[in-house]
Nanobody
Framework: QVQPVESGGGLLQAGGSLTLSCVHS????????MGWFRQAPGKERDFVSA????????YYADSVNGRFTIKRDNAKNTVYLQMNNLRPEDTAVYYC?????????????????WGQGTQVTVDS
């Protein structure tokens, strides 16, 4: 399996914006639903957002709905997460990976090669 490469994280004040990027050099990237997850200190990795292979549908966790936007560029094997109006509770390491198309919430079955993630820290 190929490891995704996330980038774009940083330290910012509440109310600010960031755009994360994830390059996943998967030869079937354009055929796969992709998603973002996050893991805060001491907590499990949670679903944040997902996008179908053709970008026709997007899905969000309730906690980010209306503030985050997921997009993809299949020509660049890249998925993005635009985050607006960030809150301290958004502080976490953000990861991307292929999504189980049946649930559009869980990682694809068998996927285990997570990237290093990108740290997002939001100060109040």
């Amino acid at each position: 399996q190929v490891q995704p490469v996330e980038s774009g994280g940083g330290l910012l004040q509440a109310g600010g914006s960031l755009t994360l990027s994830c390059v996943h050099s998967y030869y079937t990237f354009g055929d796969r639903a992709m998603g973002w997850f996050r893991q805060a200190p001491g907590k499990e990795r949670d679903f944040v957002s997902a996008i179908t292979y053709d970008a026709r549908a997007t899905y969000y966790a309730d906690s980010v709905n209306g503030r985050f936007t997921i997009k993809r560029d299949n020509a660049k094997n890249t998925v993005y997460l635009q985050m607006n109006n960030l809150r301290p509770e958004d502080t976490a390491v953000y990861y991307c990976g292929p999504i189980d198309a049946a649930t559009m919430r869980s990682p694809q079955q068998g996927f285990s090669v997570w990237g290093q993630g990108t740290q997002v820290t939001v100060d109040s």
